[in-house]
């Protein structure tokens, strides 16, 4: 088992920036692929970035590349989601998420545990 937490949301006005945290406990992230997805009001949850488990390979949805970046610090047992150049439709909760597979994914039905999500609003 492992539980996550999600923090660092809030609102940020469009250009801005925001870092986002997940904090695991009951395991080390280490063991896991870590993810962050997003899920906007109406819309279904979507895969916004994904990290392996040493770090070295991101992937990221189109939408955001070049604006977002993830990363891990596997001592800390916490992963990052930094975002700069926000825009009102990145406005969604954001979910942190822990796959044990061993290579990054970005179905969210390969992710075993997840956050409770936190609220990041982008105003226009």
């Known amino acids: 088992q492992v539980q996550l937490v999600e923090s660092g949301g809030g609102l940020v006005q469009a250009g801005g920036s925001l870092l986002v945290s997940c904090a695991a406990s009951?395991?080390?992230?280490?063991?896991?692929?870590m993810g962050w997805f997003r899920q906007a009001q109406g819309k279904e949850r979507e895969f916004v970035a994904g990290?392996?488990?040493?770090?070295?390979?991101?992937e990221y949805e189109d939408s955001v590349k070049g604006r977002f970046t993830i990363s891990r610090s596997n001592t800390k047992n916490t992963v990052y989601l930094q975002m700069n150049s926000l825009k009102p439709e990145d406005t969604a909760v954001y979910y942190c998420?822990?796959?044990?597979?061993?290579?990054?994914?970005?179905?969210?039905?390969?992710?075993?545990?997840w956050g409770q999500g936190i609220q990041v609003t982008v105003s226009s």
């Open positions: 009951g395991r080390t992230v280490s063991s896991f692929v």
């Open positions: 998420a822990a796959s044990p597979a061993g290579w990054v994914q970005r179905s969210r039905v390969t992710y075993d545990y």
């Open positions: 990290i392996s488990r040493s770090g070295g390979i991101t």
